[in-house]
């Protein structure tokens, strides 16, 4: 019986300690470009459709210069996919943190049965 409980012990303390491993490893490969991130969030773009010349008005076609001249600055500012990518980011990181946080616990479980 004894025997039998350090073994598993041993197993998940170096199973614990495998999973930690491996989300450092994968976190340090995302986080350094070597691997892209995970796609959870997805911005699809839309097509915009305009209206024919006979329908527009100066007001209209004033607005859609001063959106375009808008959407050009802030291009400039923030690329457009800075925001999936942020929040995919996010969501890795939430989720490396769960998986460290998980390896511990099976690895102290694991060093408990050892004792």
Known sequence: MMKSSKAVGWFLLIFGLGIILWTLHSSYNVFT???????????????ETVPTESLKTQKTQMEEIVKEMLKEQLKGLFPSDIAPQLLNLISWSIFAWIMISGGGKVATLGIKLIK
């Not at 070597?34 to 839309?46: A, C, L, M, V, Y």
């Open 33 to 47: 470009g070597k691997r892209p991130i995970p796609q959870i969030f997805k911005i699809e773009k839309t097509k």
